[in-house]
């Protein structure tokens, strides 16, 4: 069954996306611009969503999508949870979508469960500027309801009845895509100082066709989204370490990131585009003197 009516917290860059591709497809969006920064705010009007307070997009939505940082998902789910138990609804849809550890989706299952709300675990894979490219993966007892998203033009795939599986997927996955950023951030910097780059990255072409142009544009975006993408790997490493796992790569990996959110030299677009390219940034790194050692 469709959704006509979807709250989304917050409008982020892929929450800015998702909320064009919804309202394309005739979909009321609503969020709670409440506490929110002024960009995220603008980034809602631009994108055409409708402000309510948290109780009233409770009360209204189908289904509650939360997109946010990996930090703030159970803090979302606290605010509607509670917000759920003050109107007395028992019958609502939630779906986080955020790259959270299975052991953080297991927190906000119980996070929601004294309101009665029904809670999906699920995932984006893909560009958020090119969502109907990307697939959303969810798991959980009322996961195949999510289905409904396909008639607003997302891509669905059910993994299982099992909370927990579709954050899983989405980490490790995450370690995969942040790895090669962060491997290619490092060396790339590096044959920057050597006077290298050009050559480098044409060899790196020769040996790995397509590569570098594709992970290259993930690193354009990181001034801005470092910061999450660090917090994404230290949920992969508390997922490996739950599970009796060692993670190496993604403690490094992790530590990249947040050398690079450190530099503060991004600025959030009010439309969730981005700006820039490899080339640009991989001098902005360079000349704010990322992997330099200190004296």
């Given at each position: 069954?469709?959704?006509?009516?979807?709250?989304?917290?917050?409008?982020?860059?892929?929450?800015?996306?998702?909320?064009?591709?919804?309202?394309?497809?005739?979909?009321?969006?609503?969020?709670?611009?409440r506490g929110r920064s002024e960009i995220t705010q603008k980034r809602?009007?631009?994108?055409?969503?409708?402000?309510?307070?948290?109780?009233?997009?409770?009360?209204?939505?189908?289904?509650?999508?939360?997109?946010?940082?990996?930090?703030?998902?159970?803090?979302?789910?606290?605010?509607?949870?509670?917000?759920?138990?003050?109107?007395?609804?028992?019958?609502?849809?939630?779906?986080?979508?955020?790259?959270?550890s299975p052991m953080t989706a297991g927190d906000i299952d119980r996070?929601?469960?004294?309101?009665?709300?029904?809670?999906?675990?699920?995932?984006?894979?893909?560009?958020?500027?090119?969502?109907?490219?990307?697939t959303v993966y969810v798991s959980g007892p009322r996961a195949e309801?999510?289905?409904?998203?396909?008639?607003?033009?997302?891509?669905?795939?059910?993994?299982?009845?099992?909370?927990?599986?579709?954050?899983?997927?989405?980490?490790?996955?995450?370690?995969?895509?942040?790895?090669?950023?962060?491997?290619?951030?490092?060396?790339?910097?590096?044959?920057?100082?050597?006077?290298?780059?050009?050559?480098?990255?044409?060899?790196?072409?020769?040996?790995?066709?397509?590569?570098?142009?594709?992970?290259?544009?993930?690193?354009?975006?990181?001034?801005?989204?470092?910061?999450?993408?660090?917090?994404?790997?230290?949920?992969?490493?508390?997922?490996?370490?739950?599970?009796?796992?060692?993670?190496?790569?993604?403690?490094?990996?992790?530590?990249?990131?947040?050398?690079?959110?450190?530099?503060?030299?991004?600025?959030?677009?009010?439309?969730?585009?981005?700006?820039?390219?490899?080339?640009?940034?991989?001098?902005?790194?360079?000349?704010?003197?990322?992997?330099?050692?200190?004296?």
């Amino acid at each position: 069954m469709a959704f006509q009516r979807v709250g989304i917290l917050s409008i982020g860059e892929m929450g800015y996306h998702w909320a064009r591709l919804l309202k394309e497809r005739g979909v009321e969006v609503m969020t709670s611009g409440r506490g929110r920064s002024e960009i995220t705010q603008k980034r809602a009007e631009n994108a055409g969503v409708r402000s309510a307070p948290i109780a009233r997009l409770v009360s209204e939505a189908d289904l509650i999508v939360s997109i946010v940082v990996p930090s703030a998902a159970k803090k979302v789910a606290a605010q509607v949870a509670k917000a759920l138990l003050k109107v007395g609804r028992k019958d609502c849809l939630y779906l986080d979508a955020n790259a959270i550890s299975p052991m953080t989706a297991g927190d906000i299952d119980r996070i929601l469960a004294p309101a009665e709300a029904s809670f999906v675990d699920g995932c984006i894979i893909g560009s958020a500027a090119k969502l109907t490219d990307a697939t959303v993966y969810v798991s959980g007892p009322r996961a195949e309801e999510l289905r409904g998203l396909q008639d607003s033009g997302f891509s669905v795939e059910v993994l299982g009845q099992a909370t927990g599986q579709a954050s899983a997927f989405k980490v490790v996955y995450a370690g995969l895509t942040k790895g090669l950023q962060g491997l290619l951030t490092e060396l790339l910097v590096g044959a920057r100082k050597f006077d290298l780059l050009p050559e480098i990255m044409r060899r790196y072409e020769e040996s790995f066709p397509g590569l570098v142009g594709k992970v290259g544009r993930s690193i354009a975006a990181l001034p801005v989204h470092a910061g999450r993408r660090a917090e994404e790997m230290r949920e992969l490493r508390a997922t490996f370490h739950h599970h009796g796992l060692k993670a190496v790569i993604a403690p490094a990996t992790q530590k990249v990131l947040e050398q690079i959110a450190s530099l503060d030299c991004g600025k959030p677009s009010e439309t969730g585009g981005r700006e820039g390219d490899l080339l640009e940034t991989l001098e902005l790194f360079f000349q704010r003197g990322l992997l330099q050692e200190k004296d």
